[in-house]
């Protein structure tokens, strides 16, 4: 059984800081791209940034030059890097990953549980 156990969210002040991070852990043969999603209060979930195993990034426009997506192959696990934070960044964050697990045999898409990410003075 495979799991992404995410942490790191919570409440900070604008223009302050946050890493987020997500482990992977379970039966897993391998693991492809990575990253990050965030979903408002009444907004549809949206893509933050994504990571390849190779470490190619992708940024959503409204994050580029403030966050910064990086993995430790080595720990399964996906970091994000949140800077210079603002309040419309208010939202719960989910981790993604694209896994093979050992069991299934083919490429499979694993959702973490969410973490509350709140910009608020």
């Known amino acids: 059984q495979v799991q992404l156990v995410e942490a790191g969210g919570g409440l900070v002040q604008p223009g302050g800081s946050l890493r987020l991070s997500c482990a992977a852990s379970?039966?897993?043969?391998?693991?492809?791209?990575m990253g990050w999603y965030r979903q408002a209060p009444g907004k549809q979930r949206e893509l933050v940034a994504t990571?390849?195993?190779?470490?190619?990034?992708n940024y959503a426009d409204s994050v580029k030059g403030r966050f910064t997506i990086s993995r430790d192959n080595a720990k399964n696990t996906v970091y994000l890097q949140m800077n210079s934070l603002k309040p419309e960044d208010t939202a719960v964050y989910y981790c993604?990953?694209?896994?093979?697990?050992?069991?299934?045999?083919?490429?499979?898409?694993?959702w973490g549980q969410g973490t509350q990410v709140t910009v608020s003075p």
């Open positions: 990571i390849t195993s190779g470490g190619s990034t």
């Open positions: 993604a990953a694209e896994i093979v697990p050992v069991v299934a045999g083919r490429l499979l898409r694993y």
């Open positions: 379970g039966s897993i043969f391998s693991i492809n791209a």
